[in-house]
């Protein structure tokens, strides 16, 4: 399995960033797929997950409303598309798959976790 974070950058506040997410493996057997994040010094937060069978979608509350979420099964390819970004949204982004039935919010339902991508957002 495979993982590979791109679309990172250095963006303004209230500037745009789209981060995508291209998997390789045995997709069919995930549950979903999510993104973290973990800014310097602070631990890895849940951001955004979504189920790769359905596209149900879950969210922070600190990103809901800002962050959307989606899929491409064809292209075993899941993208965040991060809007109104703040400074506090700085961080690298990571994806991984859900392998168990766990909580979606809950880094330990993942598993190969990419190297991430750095967003970074002045003010």
């Known amino acids: 399995v495979q993982l590979q974070a791109s679309g990172g950058g250095l963006v303004q506040a209230g500037g745009s960033l789209r981060l995508s997410c291209a998997a390789s493996?045995?997709?069919?057997?995930?549950?979903?797929m999510g993104w973290f994040r973990q800014a310097p010094g602070k631990e890895r937060e849940f951001a955004a997950a979504?189920?790769?069978?359905?596209?149900?979608?879950f969210y922070a509350d600190s990103v809901k409303g800002r962050f959307t979420i989606s899929r491409d099964n064809a292209k075993n390819t899941m993208y965040l598309q991060m809007n109104s970004l703040k400074p506090e949204d700085t961080a690298v982004y990571y994806c991984a798959p859900k392998v168990v039935s766990g909580n979606y919010d809950s880094s330990g339902s993942y598993a190969y976790w990419g190297q991430g991508t750095q967003v970074t957002v002045s003010s």
């Open positions: 979504i189920v790769w069978s359905t596209g149900f979608t």
């Open positions: 493996g045995r997709t069919s057997s995930w549950y979903g």
